[in-house]
């Protein structure tokens, strides 16, 4: 029997990390997203040695999920210009990475950082420097996964050449890959909507960032049109990639054993998911 394809969303954590599990298997999960505390708070409960024992038995129980990304909560700034702001960051940063080791989890997406008029070029080299001194303070198991961004207000990480410079300038690069998502890069201006397209975006990002380094792929169609710089998600189909797009990934071979995660808009019950992975899985 085929290994099923590394698909899932963004699942909530309610009521225990452990749950997350069920929920994604409920609905079709093979690889899946979560947060471990709050994304709405600098810092969160630690969690306790039952949490952690719950969590990995269900990852271990599990049937269908075979891997499982962390996302940053949106608070975390690394690159401000304000030195408390990027200093609290940096410290809700590590923390985050240490739940990440606490669960053996070894990829969190970070959206790079906004320089807030500070110049692109100087958040670059400040979000380089924030990662260092976070990696000092780990114990080297959990790579940082930088996000594509679109480019909306002063983000940076909106061109691939962006997150070079940051892995350029950090001593600890074998710590800082990559994650792409299809809503960011056609936003930013890498136009992935043509077959042409597509392919060109692929190459290009190969050999600036080397696919080797990209690790999670998040799956979203755009509510805005190209080259944009506007981060609005759209439910597959209902936005301006269209879904040949999709097909074009889910079929890419060197893509293959990348997970793909959907963070397009859901209904709680998380329906419209159900049916986006199931949509996915039949492109293969």
Same mark, same amino acid.
């Given at each position: 029997?085929?290994?099923?394809?590394?698909?899932?969303?963004?699942?909530?954590?309610?009521?225990?990390?452990?749950?997350?599990?069920?929920?994604?298997?409920?609905?079709?999960?093979?690889?899946?997203?979560?947060?471990?505390?709050?994304?709405?708070?600098?810092?969160?409960?630690?969690?306790?040695?039952?949490?952690?024992?719950?969590?990995?038995?269900?990852?271990?129980? /599990?049937?269908?999920?075979?891997?499982?990304?962390?996302?940053?909560?949106?608070?975390?700034?690394?690159?401000?210009?304000?030195?408390?702001?990027?200093?609290?960051?940096?410290?809700?940063?590590?923390?985050?990475?240490?739940?990440?080791?606490?669960?053996?989890?070894?990829?969190?997406?970070?959206?790079?950082?906004?320089?807030?008029?500070?110049?692109?070029?100087?958040?670059?080299?400040?979000?380089?420097?924030?990662?260092?001194?976070?990696?000092?303070?780990?114990?080297?198991?959990?790579?940082?996964?930088?996000?594509?961004?679109?480019?909306?207000?002063?983000?940076?990480?909106?061109?691939?050449?962006?997150?070079?410079?940051?892995?350029?300038?950090?001593?600890?690069?074998?710590?800082?890959?990559?994650?792409?998502?299809?809503?960011?890069?056609?936003?930013?201006?890498?136009?992935?909507?043509?077959?042409?397209?597509?392919?060109?975006?692929?190459?290009?990002?190969?050999?600036?960032?080397?696919?080797?380094?990209?690790?999670?792929?998040?799956?979203?169609? /755009?509510?805005?049109?190209?080259?944009?710089?506007?981060?609005?998600?759209?439910?597959?189909?209902?936005?301006?990639?269209?879904?040949?797009?999709?097909?074009?990934?889910?079929?890419?071979?060197?893509?293959?054993?990348?997970?793909?995660?959907?963070?397009?808009?859901?209904?709680?019950?998380?329906?419209?998911?159900?049916?986006?992975?199931?949509?996915?899985?039949?492109?293969?």
């Amino acid at each position: 029997m085929a290994k099923e394809p590394l698909v899932g969303c963004h699942v909530s954590i309610a009521g225990g990390i452990y749950k997350a599990l069920e929920r994604g298997e409920s609905v079709g999960c093979t690889a899946m997203q979560i947060f471990t505390k709050s994304n709405r708070n600098w810092f969160d409960k630690k969690l306790t040695d039952d949490s952690i024992k719950a969590f990995k038995q269900a990852v271990k129980e /599990s049937s269908s999920i075979q891997s499982i990304i962390v996302h940053t909560g949106y608070l975390i700034n690394i690159g401000s210009k304000k030195a408390d702001i990027a200093q609290q960051s940096t410290n809700a940063l590590l923390d985050e990475v240490h739940r990440c080791e606490q669960l053996d989890l070894p990829y969190l997406v970070l959206h790079p950082g906004s320089h807030l008029d500070m110049g692109e070029e100087k958040c670059l080299e400040q979000i380089a420097h924030n990662l260092d001194s976070v990696f000092e303070r780990s114990n080297d198991k959990v790579h940082i996964l930088l996000e594509t961004m679109a480019g909306q207000g002063t983000n940076v990480g909106y061109t691939f050449e962006q997150l070079k410079k940051i892995r350029q300038l950090s001593e600890h690069k074998r710590n800082i890959e990559f994650c792409l998502d299809t809503c960011h890069v056609f936003a930013a201006g890498y136009d992935i909507s043509t077959e042409d397209g597509y392919r060109k975006t692929f190459k290009t990002f190969d050999s600036t960032l080397g696919l080797e380094h990209l690790k999670a792929i998040h799956i979203n169609d /755009s509510q805005e049109k190209f080259g944009s710089r506007k981060d609005r998600h759209a439910p597959l189909g209902k936005g301006h990639i269209p879904l040949a797009t999709f097909d074009l990934i889910m079929n890419d071979k060197q893509l293959k054993d990348i997970p793909k995660i959907l963070e397009t808009p859901s209904d709680p019950e998380m329906k419209l998911w159900k049916k986006e992975i199931a949509l996915l899985k039949a492109m293969v």
